[in-house]
């Protein structure tokens, strides 16, 4: 199973930024996705965004289209999600994941079984 670590979470003002980064063991970024997923009090765990190993194909749930980019640096197996403009809507518990298997792209939004799975960064957004 692949060891992913988040960091970067926080309390922001509503309009500010964060940026999230997900570190993965050596071969994380080399197959499947890593996807980002949040879990707000009383709501499903979402998809927020997603990218492909194979090509990089992206994926963006509605709600952050515009305000959040996923990036990766393989070199640093590392993938990052730098969140602007947040809004008081955005707080949870955010987590990254990746799969062996998985596709992602503006089409295909990730699954929520992903094989593994990273502890979890608390996002705050308040004035």
């Known amino acids: 199973q692949e060891h992913l670590v988040e960091s970067g979470g926080g309390l922001v003002q509503p309009g500010g930024s964060l940026r999230l980064s997900c570190a993965a063991s050596a071969f994380s970024l080399s197959y499947g996705a890593i996807g980002w997923f949040r879990q707000a009090p009383g709501k499903e765990r979402e998809g927020v965004s997603c990218?492909?190993?194979?090509?990089?194909?992206?994926y963006y749930a509605e709600s952050v289209q515009g305000r959040f980019v996923i990036s990766r640096d393989t070199a640093k197996n590392t993938v990052y999600l730098q969140m602007d403009n947040l809004k008081p809507e955005d707080p949870g518990v955010y987590s990254c994941?990746?799969?062996?298997?998985?596709?992602?792209?503006?089409?295909?939004?990730?699954?929520?079984?992903?094989?593994?799975w990273g502890q979890g960064t608390q996002v705050t957004v308040s004035s």
């Open positions: 990218i492909s190993n194979s090509d990089g194909s992206i």
């Open positions: 994941a990746a799969d062996p298997d998985s596709y992602c792209s503006d089409s295909d939004p990730p699954h929520p079984d992903f094989a593994s």
